[in-house]
């Protein structure tokens, strides 16, 4: 199943999430290209950040997803992004405001949709953003893969995979996060 695992992040907990997915789908037999959203300000905002630093080099080094019609040859699409201000980033947003152009055709109807952020708090923001990330996802005529109650690593909300990095994003997702994409992913394929 060909598979497209697209992020943005700036600290690198978003991006953490990706590889889980990126390296949990190839695992599981997907084939899996892992893209970062372009950011023209990733430069100035990563060194305000003590978290940014440790995956500087690392997120640099994700190719950029330079073309959305690349979208239309993956069976899946995983979208993360960081909780800003209860919203998708900015990179996101623009991410899915590009789409447009796939959009009166529904080139990606059909197509399976996950999606998955990292907040301060388990409440009230990353599930807005979750839930952006999951309108856009309707919109497009994907279909939605929601994580069901009962995954392991602890309970995760229904519109995707939510990671708890703390007030300064200094809390790296862990062993439960791995355990809960392991989980969710092995239920999918």
């Not at 997915?21 to 190839?26: I, N, S, V």
């Not at 300000?41 to 440790?54: D, H, K, M, N």
């Not at 690392?58 to 919203?87: C, H, K, R, V, W």
Request: with cysteine.
């Amino acid at each position: 199943m060909k598979t497209i695992v697209l992020f943005h992040s700036v600290c690198g907990n978003t991006y953490l999430l990706a590889r889980f997915y990126a390296d949990t789908l190839a695992a599981l037999g997907a084939e899996v290209r892992l893209y970062r959203l372009p950011d023209g300000r990733y430069e100035q905002l990563a060194p305000l950040f003590e978290a940014s630093q440790t995956y500087q080099a690392a997120i640099s080094n994700i190719p950029i997803l330079e073309q959305t019609a690349l979208l239309t040859e993956a069976d899946m699409l995983f979208l993360g992004s960081p909780t800003y201000f209860g919203n998708v980033s900015a990179a996101v947003k623009t991410f899915m405001d590009s789409c447009c152009d796939l959009w009166p055709a529904a080139q990606l109807s059909g197509k399976k949709f996950g999606c998955f952020a990292s907040a301060s708090t388990y409440q009230g923001g990353g599930i807005l953003c979750l839930q952006a990330m999951n309108t856009f996802a309707q919109h497009m005529g994907m279909q939605l893969l929601s994580v069901p109650a009962n995954i392991k690593g602890g309970p995760q909300p229904a519109y995707g995979i939510l990671h708890a990095a703390g007030g300064l994003s200094l809390n790296r997702p862990a062993a439960d996060m791995q355990t809960a994409i392991r989980d969710y992913l092995t239920r999918l394929l």
